[in-house]
């Protein structure tokens, strides 16, 4: 590929203690634990759309947005960095019976522009990844306490909104006159997406789209006679989410209850992602909830609904990746539920 300029995010590891262990157990051990390491991190970064460029010895660098541009790379790349430390901890004690070894990893990542290109000829060389965004994300992982990820105030910036993180500190950063923001990545907030973002950093005021609103209006006006359904199509951009939020705000929140669930990259891979998102906010489950706290929860919602019974239970929670009750399902038509009540519906689809 030709060189370019390129908004990257750029994801460094960084393995605690391992000159030690290399020092102790020998280079061939040291080249083992890297090599299952490698394996664990690179599966993660691959499944939230990175590339690893490379190997540091004891640690990856991974990009997220060269080649192939996301939208939302500094959110894929910190959702990487929690499944790695998360599949590192639940690997531990396997880690530590085949290598005598606990690893910790030290992560950081950091978002901005790159130069990414071949630097040597050849057919056999490798793109290249350049640029102060690149030597940041370096120094940052170098600046996280081990088990844990750090980011710069770019990439906050970039994720406010979708992610929770804790101030750490006002840093120096080799390579850098002023002291560098520094924030611990926490946790990725769930069913988040990225107008959420722009709403959490304050939208401007609203003009145009009468004639949109007022269509939505009139639909919300005329649930009585039925279903209505509404597809929302344009280019990316150009304000699709935010005349949702808009009649959302104006039109529904005094007299309708709204259940939103979003279609997101990095749930491709999940079938009905959507509507497993409607469910955990219908009937407010959350991550922490235990599956019998989970399968509580479905069945007094659907009490409350009128449409409690075991067949519709057993849906539920074979949607949400639960063992259904033994034999709840063994008769199931192909439906999803049945009501007795007529229910009017507002659905709106953005494309």
Not at 57 to 74: H, K, L, S, T
Not at 80 to 108: C, F, T
Request: glycine share 10%; with cysteine.
């Amino acid at each position: 590929m030709e060189a370019e300029r390129r908004q990257v995010t750029v994801l460094f590891t960084d393995m605690v203690g391992f000159t030690h262990f290399s020092e102790r157990a020998g280079e061939e051990a040291a080249f083992t634990l890297m090599q299952s390491l490698a394996q664990l991190m690179e599966a993660a970064v691959r499944d939230q759309g990175g590339v690893v460029h490379g190997f540091t010895g004891d640690g990856i660098m991974a990009v997220f947005g060269a080649p192939v541009a996301f939208e939302d790379a500094p959110l894929r790349a910190c959702r990487a960095a929690l499944a790695i430390l998360q599949q590192v901890k639940v690997d531990g004690s396997n880690l530590e019976a085949k290598h005598r070894m606990r690893p910790q990893l030290r992560i950081g990542i950091n978002s901005g522009p790159a130069v990414v290109g071949k630097v040597q000829g050849g057919s056999d060389a490798g793109v290249t990844v350049l640029g102060d965004t690149v030597n940041v994300a370096a120094r940052l992982q170098a600046l996280a306490e081990p088990g844990s990820t750090v980011l710069s105030e770019a990439t906050y910036r970039l994720a406010r909104g979708l992610v929770d993180v804790t101030f750490a500190a006002e840093l120096p950063v080799k390579g850098k006159t002023d002291l560098q923001k520094v924030y611990r990545l926490d946790a990725i907030r769930e069913g988040a997406a990225r107008f959420d973002a722009k709403v959490h950093r304050g939208l401007t005021t609203y003009v145009g789209r009468e004639r949109e609103l007022e269509k939505l209006e009139r639909g919300l006006n005329a649930m009585g006679s039925g279903i209505q359904v509404f597809d929302i199509v344009g280019e990316a951009g150009i304000g699709k989410s935010r005349l949702v939020h808009e009649f959302l705000g104006q039109a529904v929140k005094e007299t309708a209850r709204v259940l939103i669930g979003n279609c997101t990259p990095d749930g491709q891979q999940t079938p009905f992602r959507a509507f497993i998102e409607i469910v955990h906010r219908a009937f407010r489950l959350a991550p922490s909830d235990a599956e019998p706290g989970v399968a509580r929860k479905l069945d007094e919602g659907l009490q409350g609904l009128g449409l409690r019974s075991s067949e519709n239970l057993g849906l539920l929670v074979n949607l949400l990746g639960l063992k259904a009750t033994e034999g709840a399902l063994e008769q199931t038509p192909i439906k999803l539920y049945h009501s007795r009540r007529r229910r009017s519906n507002l659905c709106i689809r953005q494309i």
